[in-house]
């Protein structure tokens, strides 16, 4: 199957070889390579423009489009059976788009599928294990972003160019915005195999503080709560982007414990309202939110241990039992180590 890659660039002249050159490298060679460049000010697009393979396509809209633009702009010029994103930062590894491919063609259900990914660069490396079936994909997204955007795969005969069609007023957050009004549309995946290297660089939404990105993603958590049935507050949404997200939320007072406490509980009453397939990932997804929030709130006191214990915000839950005894201990250490905060990161 012949895939079109997408990747929009600015400013990139530190890393676009590497990420071409990542392209170059792949085992699967029925491709073509659009990158779209963004008025840059340096010269990313003369190394770009340097190479000679003609299945590399340089384009240079006259004005600039911003990211989401871009990325419109290149999917709009795609000729491939499938597309795929790529960042002009990071790496594909060599055999990203041939186990894509053959994923795709392995499941001809699944509209759109993304891959795990390790990252190098700032900080110590670690791996982004986004969910893998499409149940947990449509619980997922709730939460937090069930994608790594640089990794993703889709067929152009299912999602058009006004499909996959990325919305710049919810930037840097626009591509969780595409994923929370697709997923519940079409079938996903993830392939659990690490096939993107994501670089991380000083600047960036990883290292940043998020705040831009918290605004944005509020906003989705927004309309996702009222679609589940809710009314929600602009605080409501505020609090479970707090609660849902992976890194967990040190509450600064026993007031904002209780008030996200709340939160998970009017949750549990809109339940319901998830699809059939999805509903027991929905319960993960809550389960684990619930015990981040313990996890990371034991310094306010041995009584977050029994809250956690009788709280029917997780009871079916299987690794309820050990994730009580892991609280216990975390908190025993945090007694005797008098520290502001569990040392340790829940699981």
Same mark, same amino acid.
């Given at each position: 199957?012949?895939?079109?890659?997408?990747?929009?660039?600015? %400013?990139?002249?530190?890393?676009?070889?590497?990420? &071409?050159?990542?392209?170059?490298?792949?085992?699967?060679?029925?491709?073509?390579?659009?990158?779209? /460049?963004?008025?840059? /000010?340096?010269?990313s697009?003369?190394?770009?423009?340097?190479?000679?393979?003609? @299945?590399?396509?340089?384009?240079?809209?006259?004005a600039?489009?911003?990211?989401?633009?871009?990325? %419109?702009?290149?999917?709009?010029?795609?000729?491939?059976?499938?597309?795929?994103?790529? /960042?002009?930062?990071?790496?594909?590894?060599?055999?990203?788009?041939?186990?894509?491919?053959?994923?795709?063609?392995?499941?001809?259900?699944?509209?759109?599928c993304?891959?795990?990914?390790?990252?190098?660069?700032?900080?110590?490396?670690?791996?982004?294990?986004?969910?893998v079936?499409?149940?947990?994909?449509?619980?997922?997204?709730?939460?937090?972003?069930?994608?790594?955007?640089? *990794?993703?795969?889709?067929?152009?005969?299912?999602?058009?160019? %006004?499909?996959?069609?990325?919305?710049?007023?919810?930037?840097?957050?626009?591509?969780?915005?595409?994923?929370?009004?697709?997923?519940?549309?079409?079938?996903?995946?993830?392939?659990?195999? &690490?096939?993107?290297?994501?670089?991380?660089?000083?600047?960036?939404?990883?290292?940043?503080? *998020?705040?831009?990105?918290?605004?944005?993603?509020?906003?989705?958590?927004?309309?996702?709560?009222?679609?589940?049935?809710?009314?929600?507050?602009?605080?409501?949404?505020?609090?479970?982007?707090?609660?849902?997200?992976?890194?967990?939320?040190?509450?600064?007072? @026993?007031?904002?414990?209780?008030?996200?406490?709340?939160?998970?509980?009017?949750?549990?009453?809109?339940?319901?309202? &998830?699809?059939g397939?999805?509903?027991?990932?929905?319960?993960?997804?809550?389960a684990?939110?619930?015990?981040?929030?313990?996890?990371?709130?034991l310094?306010?006191?041995?009584?977050?241990?029994?809250?956690?214990?009788?709280?029917?915000?997780?009871?079916?839950?299987?690794?309820?039992?050990?994730?009580?005894?892991?609280?216990?201990?975390?908190?025993?250490?945090h007694?005797?180590?008098?520290?502001?905060?569990?040392?340790?990161?829940?699981?």
């Amino acid at each position: 199957m012949q895939v079109s890659i997408i990747m929009p660039m600015r %400013n990139a002249h530190e890393t676009v070889r590497d990420a &071409v050159n990542s392209i170059l490298a792949q085992t699967h060679q029925q491709w073509e390579l659009l990158v779209i /460049d963004d008025r840059s /000010d340096d010269d990313s697009a003369a190394i770009v423009a340097a190479y000679e393979d003609t @299945r590399i396509r340089l384009l240079r809209p006259e004005a600039r489009m911003h990211f989401a633009g871009a990325l %419109n702009h290149g999917i709009g010029a795609a000729t491939g059976d499938l597309v795929a994103r790529m /960042d002009a930062d990071d790496v594909s590894l060599p055999g990203r788009l041939a186990e894509q491919v053959a994923f795709m063609d392995a499941n001809p259900d699944v509209a759109l599928c993304g891959t795990w990914a390790r990252t190098f660069g700032l900080g110590r490396p670690s791996q982004l294990r986004p969910p893998v079936s499409h149940a947990a994909i449509q619980a997922a997204v709730y939460f937090d972003c069930p994608f790594v955007h640089p *990794g993703v795969m889709w067929r152009s005969a299912t999602l058009d160019p %006004n499909s996959m069609r990325y919305d710049g007023s919810f930037c840097p957050a626009e591509d969780y915005d595409l994923w929370d009004r697709l997923v519940p549309q079409v079938r996903c995946a993830n392939i659990p195999a &690490v096939l993107l290297a994501y670089r991380v660089r000083a600047g960036s939404m990883t290292t940043g503080d *998020g705040s831009e990105m918290d605004t944005q993603a509020t906003r989705i958590h927004q309309r996702q709560l009222e679609r589940l049935g809710l009314r929600p507050t602009g605080d409501d949404a505020l609090w479970h982007r707090r609660v849902g997200r992976g890194p967990g939320y040190r509450c600064k007072t @026993r007031e904002e414990f209780e008030a996200a406490t709340t939160h998970l509980r009017r949750l549990i009453t809109v339940r319901k309202n &998830v699809s059939g397939e999805s509903g027991p990932a929905f319960d993960q997804q809550l389960a684990d939110a619930w015990y981040r929030l313990c996890f990371h709130n034991l310094a306010l006191g041995r009584d977050i241990l029994a809250a956690y214990s009788n709280s029917r915000i997780a009871p079916q839950v299987e690794t309820s039992r050990g994730r009580r005894l892991a609280l216990a201990a975390a908190f025993v250490k945090h007694a005797t180590v008098g520290a502001a905060a569990p040392a340790v990161s829940p699981e």
